[in-house]
């Protein structure tokens, strides 16, 4: 049986939820398939990982993997995993999110996770839209595109997510495409086996909203622009600040050691264990 065939029977519920929800050329596929491999890789047990995920395209995602998942409301997935986390520090917990998920209605339960530096791994789809409701603008939507909420143009600078990310803590900070599929399996393995706060950024485009509205061609189009535009950071090193213009960063961004937040509560608890005994 070829290798893919084996993981597909393997890890997807594919029995039970299938076809999936996604638009034909859609890069979360290409996405799944990165996940899949880099935990079957590093070995992890079905059963010690867990899928968190909240609202959009990207929060399906965890209906279709057979591992232990969980399909929390809007916003809120990194609040629920956090729970989980905290409950049982054995399991591995990764959370995936849209970007309207990860960085609109959920923005402060992203940038304190990456504060507190809990051991769980983020991975946002970044598709520049809100696709799955309709088209709407997000806040990656980039200035001066279109969306169903900005007929003549978006007049709003957009977040840059894993700059985000980094400014706000976190230990581990990647980005890729759905282009560049072998780097992505790279980046979700080191995220995964980072201890702390890991976000992976992946660049998944739209084609169906953002695409059309923009008419910026078909998903193959669409993905040749990320082969085109995509810059690995040690090549942008020797890169002049012009030539960098409107290019997306890709590879890893930082990969630092900072205290792990639940080891640091652990201490927490000792010392107040401690102090009661001592009345």
């Known amino acids: 049986m070829p290798e893919i065939t084996k993981l597909i029977h393997h890890y997807l519920r594919h029995d039970k939820k299938f076809p999936h929800v996604w638009c034909p050329g859609c890069g979360i596929g290409i ?58 520090p054995n399991l591995k917990v990764i959370v995936i999110m849209g970007d309207g998920d990860a960085v609109a209605i959920g923005g402060n339960h992203f940038i304190h996770a990456a504060r507190r530096n809990i051991d769980l791994t983020a991975i946002i789809i970044n598709n520049s839209i809100y696709g799955m409701t309709g088209g709407q603008s997000s806040p990656t939507t980039p200035y001066g595109m279109r969306s169903t909420t900005t007929v003549y143009s978006n007049i709003e600078q957009s977040f840059k997510i894993s700059e985000l990310a980094v400014t706000a803590g976190a230990v581990f900070v990647g980005r890729g495409t759905v282009y560049h599929a072998k780097l992505l399996d790279s980046l979700m393995e080191k995220a995964f086996l980072k201890r702390g706060f890991s976000v992976v950024e992946v660049i998944s485009h739209c084609h169906t909203q953002y695409g059309r509205q923009n008419r910026l061609g ?62």
């Open 31 to 88: 996405f799944l398939g990165a996940l899949i491999r880099a935990i079957d890789r590093i070995g992890y047990e079905k059963d010690e990982v867990v899928l968190v995920s909240g609202i959009g395209c990207s929060g399906r995602l965890p209906v279709y993997v057979d591992f232990n998942t969980l399909h929390t409301t809007h916003g809120r997935a990194l609040t629920f995993a956090t729970g989980i986390k905290l409950a049982n």
């Open 218 to 279: 078909s998903a193959v189009e669409m993905m040749k622009w990320q082969r085109d535009n995509a810059i690995p950071v040690e090549k942008s090193l020797k890169m002049r600040p012009e030539e960098l213009e409107g290019k997306i960063l890709i590879g890893v961004l930082v990969d630092r050691e900072l205290p792990i937040y639940q080891e640091e509560y652990e201490k927490i608890r000792e010392r107040a264990k401690a102090s009661a005994e001592r009345g």
